[in-house]
């Protein structure tokens, strides 16, 4: 089946870390530029975070940039979104999808930054 599957999301405080993993099954991951979204409640869907794939260049969202990081192991099909200094505007359900022939979404996985 081919298909994405987020984990790692939590509960955090603010300034703490969590470390996101994207699962892709059923395709050659390799050959797809990855990207990580978020949806907080009452707003729209937004991009965070995107790995080409080999070489890896990545892009980041100006407000995470310097605190999120975006990694991928291709020999694991999956790609991180390491994330720290986390602020609650960080709180969102964040997603994973393929930049070209994006999948349907998944379920995503619930970050909460809340004291």
């Known amino acids: 089946q081919v298909q994405l599957v987020e984990s790692g999301g939590g509960l955090v405080q603010p300034g703490g870390s969590l470390r996101l993993s994207c699962a892709a099954s059923g395709f050659d991951f390799s050959m797809y530029s990855i990207q990580w979204y978020r949806q907080a409640p009452g707003k729209e869907r937004e991009s965070v975070a995107g790995?080409?794939?080999?070489?890896?260049?990545?892009v980041y969202l100006a407000s995470v940039k310097g605190r999120f990081t975006i990694s991928r192991d291709n020999a694991k099909n999956t790609v991180y979104l390491q994330m720290n200094s986390l602020k609650p505007e960080d709180t969102a359900v964040y997603y994973c999808?393929?930049?070209?022939?994006?999948?349907?979404w998944g379920q995503g996985t619930q970050v909460t930054v809340s004291s």
């Open positions: 790995i080409s794939s080999e070489p890896d260049n990545v």
């Open positions: 999808n393929r930049i070209q022939s994006p999948l349907e």
